[in-house]
Every structure is written in structure tokens, then in C-alpha cells.
């Protein structure tokens, strides 16, 4: 118990459910395809101070990206990564430089500006709402959207999956643009908050210990998603997505 403590900085409780989000979070991502840097970051920052909740995600984040990314081989991943380059580049500069802002940005504001588009996308996605954005300036003010969201919290999902369903991107090539989409996202997140100071000696310990978890889950997340039908698994997403999106909102006001 207390080397646990010793090495991760929290006490034996908070890592057990540390863990569990993770796993958690994995399977959904692993189901569908995203969500889960906006269910650890929801879920995790309800318990552990944002900076060391941001760091967890990090790691897992980005090893549950590459295998998304690279399921279907490294060339359709690249295929997919030029297809999408404007979206691709346009987010990342976005993302690189919003990174700088964790520091300033009281947690309160950055909790509802998380929270609040979780739920406002969630619940139009549940009432029907489906976007059909097209053109280039859509694109690339969707993923400055994405991009400046990302680097503050590691939550671009919401905005990305918006631009994809409204280009009507098949299912296969749908769920691999997001992983190789958020999988450079995560690399330069990685990048910037080792100089922001969010990814540092006492935070690495708990980021890569959450791989083993995260890994878990998206493994059985995987399995599930090649059997049932994603729709229902999408609808039971966004639920979940509202339940911590207001989880969040109330945190930003408290």
C-alpha cells in the first residue's frame, strides 16, 4: 500500500480506480472508436488534481491510437493520414499551441470548456442531429476546434467525428482515420506537455502504468466491435458522454 503511494503519488483507493476508468475507457474506445480521452479526463479529474489526470491519459491515449490506426496495416494508415492531411495539420498547430495554456487557464474554466461541448454534441447526436459540414473552411475550423481543444485537455474527439460523419466516411475507414487523426494528435500532446510540464518525473510513473489497463480494455472493446452492431454501442456512448460531460460542468462551477 505504501509503495503504491510511494510511486504513483495516490493513495491505494484512487489508483484501483484509476485503473478502472482506464479499463473502462479503453473498452469504449476499442468498441467505438473514440471517447476515451474525454472519459479519463471526466472521470479521473473528479478524483485527481488535472495536471496528473491530463498525464494519465497521455500514454494510453496514444498506444490505444496506434493500434487503431495500424489495425488494417501501415498502408492503409497512410492512405488515410493523406487523405486527411489538411484536418491533420491544421489541428496539430492548434493543438501544439493551446498545450502552452494548461498553466493559465483556471481548472474550472478548462473542466467547462471540456464539459460543455461533451454534452451540447452528445445530446444532438442522441436527438438525431447529423452534420453535414463540407468544404474547406469547414474543415479546417473544425479542426482548429479539435486541435485547440486537444491541446488543452486531450480531448479532440467530439469535433473530428463530427467532420468525418459528415463527409459520410465509411465505417472500416472511419474508425482508422480517427486512430491515425488522434494518433499524430497524441504524439505532439506527448511533445507538448513535456515542455509544459504536465508529463514530468512524478506523473511518467502513473501514465505508463495505465497502459496495462487501458490495453485490457480496448482489447475486449475491439472483440465487441467486430461483433455487435456499432449503432447501439454509438447511442450507449453519447449517454455515457453526457453523464460526464455534466459531471465536469459541475466541477467548473463548483
Given amino acids: 500500500m505504501d509503495a503504491i503511494e510511494a510511486i504513483f503519488g495516490l493513495s491505494p483507493l484512487f489508483f484501483v480506480a484509476a485503473v478502472g476508468v482506464t479499463c473502462v475507457a479503453g473498452f469504449v474506445k476499442g468498441a467505438v472508436g473514440f471517447a476515451m480521452p474525454m472519459i479519463m479526463i471526466s472521470l479521473l479529474g473528479s478524483f485527481l488534481p488535472p495536471d496528473v489526470a491530463l498525464a494519465a491519459l497521455i500514454g494510453p491515449t496514444l498506444m490505444a491510437n496506434l493500434w ?6 501501415i498502408g492503409s494508415a497512410l492512405q ?8 491533420l495539420l491544421v489541428g496539430l498547430v492548434f493543438l501544439i499551441g493551446s498545450a502552452q495554456l494548461f498553466r493559465v487557464l483556471p481548472a474550472q474554466v478548462l473542466f467547462l470548456l471540456i464539459g460543455t461541448p461533451v454534452v451540447l454534441f452528445s445530446i444532438a447526436q442522441l436527438l438525431g442531429w447529423r452534420p453535414r459540414f463540407v468544404g474547406g473552411i469547414a474543415e479546417v475550423i473544425l479542426a482548429a476546434i479539435a486541435g485547440f481543444s ?3 485537455s486531450g480531448v ?3 469535433p473530428t467525428v ?19 487523426i488522434y494518433a499524430c494528435g497524441a504524439v505532439a500532446l506527448l511533445g507538448a506537455h513535456i515542455q509544459s510540464g504536465v508529463v514530468r518525473q512524478e506523473t511518467v510513473p502513473l501514465m505508463l502504468v495505465m497502459l496495462v489497463p487501458a490495453a485490457a480494455g480496448m482489447w475486449v472493446g475491439v472483440r465487441l466491435h467486430d461483433r455487435m452492431d456499432q449503432e ?4 450507449t456512448t453519447l449517454f455515457v458522454l453526457v453523464l460526464v460531460g ?5 466541477r467548473g462551477f463548483m
Fill in 162 to 180: 463530427a467532420y468525418l460523419t459528415a463527409m459520410d466516411t465509411p465505417k472500416t475507414e472511419h474508425v482508422r482515420v480517427q486512430g491515425v
Fill in 68 to 73: 487503431q490506426a495500424l489495425r488494417q496495416g
Fill in 80 to 87: 488515410s493520414a493523406l487523405r486527411f492531411r489538411r484536418f
Fill in 232 to 235: 447501439r454501442f454509438r447511442i
Fill in 246 to 250: 455534466l459531471n465536469l460542468i459541475r
Fill in 156 to 158: 479532440w474527439g467530439p
Fill in 150 to 152: 486537444g491541446g488543452l
